[in-house]
């Protein structure tokens, strides 16, 4: 199973932007669709992006024209460019692999340690 370590949240203003990284131990061309998941305190874990070993993407409703998912090959690695933060982006977010068959919406519930990122107003 690939294993996957998030990076690069932190704290910023609203308006600012974050790129988050997923690093992944084996190939990501291997790997059906990576996605990016956040959970706000008191919230429950929520769908942001996905990106498919195609390269094809899917976004929330609420981040289009915000954020854009990404990746090198070469590392391995998806990214999350965050733009145009908001306080409501405040979360833990984290990256996930979904098999062919695993719901996007509901997926396995094996996470990650996740980045913290908080949007200050």
Request: proline share 2%.
């Amino acid at each position: 199973q690939v294993q996957l370590v998030e990076s690069g949240g932190g704290l910023v203003q609203a308006g600012e932007s974050l790129r988050l990284s997923c690093a992944a131990s084996e190939s990501i061309l291997r790997v059906t669709r990576l996605g990016w998941y956040r959970q706000g305190r008191g919230s429950q874990r929520e769908f942001v992006a996905y990106i498919t070993s195609g390269g094809s993407t899917n976004y929330a409703d609420f981040v289009k024209g915000r954020f854009t998912i990404s990746r090198d090959t070469a590392k391995n690695t998806v990214f999350l460019q965050m733009n145009n933060l908001k306080p409501e982006d405040t979360a833990v977010y984290y990256c996930k692999a979904l098999g062919r068959s695993d719901s996007v919406y509901n997926p396995p519930d094996n996470w990650g340690q996740g980045t913290q990122v908080t949007v200050s107003s």
